[in-house]
């Protein structure tokens, strides 16, 4: 818009000039004066809007680069805090080698760097036919894990078929709205992890080597529901 301005602005200019030379001779004192008070008032206009203009882009043009920048710090900060989880779970879990103790140091590192309400890990038993609770935190009144049934048995785990496809395909899941699911998608694991209130989770596979060891869940919860 403002180079439209500006070249009406050039255009005015040009034309006031022009009419003021050829008018000069022909026209009296005062009507020649009229004339340049007028063709004045329209130059000024047109130069006025286009400052506004100008200074309108400008303006847009700062917010941008601010949140463009705000967006570069927000992802900056995102991956320090991810390159500092991985540092930290690293050197935790370096003189450990008690599997549940590795667990829990694991889930502790990432409530401390992720915002996540709850969080739970589930690992494969010694007889490989079960996962079970390792670890988990919450920062509600009914902890995690706090179900009478603390393991899923993986003889039926296509009756989860969340678990199942993470377990066994070794494939991360983001659900963003419970709601939105069928119930029986994660029936199985949000009866054993005894969340309330759940408004979005993540489920990570857990494995070495190509061979599934277990699972990771984190979720928020939602305040707002019952």
């Known amino acids: ?19 003021l030379l050829t008018s000069f001779f022909s026209l009296s004192h005062s009507s020649w004066a009229m004339l340049v008070l007028i063709l004045a008032y329209f130059c000024l206009f047109v130069a006025f809007k286009l400052e506004r203009v100008e200074k309108k882009e400008l303006i847009d043009t700062v917010a941008t680069q601010g949140n463009v920048a705000e967006a570069l710090l927000d992802e900056m900060n995102t991956r320090r805090n991810n390159a500092s989880l991985i540092q930290e779970v690293g050197q935790s879990v370096s003189g450990i080698v008690d599997t549940d103790k590795i667990a829990q140091t694991v889930l502790k590192i990432v409530e401390k760097h992720l915002k996540y309400d709850c969080g739970i890990i589930l690992l494969k038993n010694e007889e490989k036919t079960q ?34 496809e993470c377990f066994n395909k070794q494939k991360p899941f983001l659900i963003n709205d419970c709601d939105a699911i069928e119930a029986k998608f ?4 949000v009866k054993l992890l005894n969340w309330k209130s759940i408004q979005s989770f993540i489920c990570v596979p857990l494995a070495y080597k190509n061979e599934s060891l277990g699972i990771l869940v984190v979720a928020r919860l939602n305040a707002n529901k019952s």
Do not use: M
């Open 1 to 19: 818009p403002s180079l439209k301005w500006k070249g009406l602005r050039n255009l005015c200019l040009l034309f006031s000039l022009l009419t």
């Open 131 to 164: 996962i079970e609770l390792a670890a988990n935190f919450s920062h509600e009144d009914d902890n995690p894990g706090s179900a009478n049934k603390t393991e899923i048995d993986l003889n039926v785990l296509d009756d989860d078929a969340l678990v199942a």
């Open 186 to 189: 994660a029936q199985k694991l």
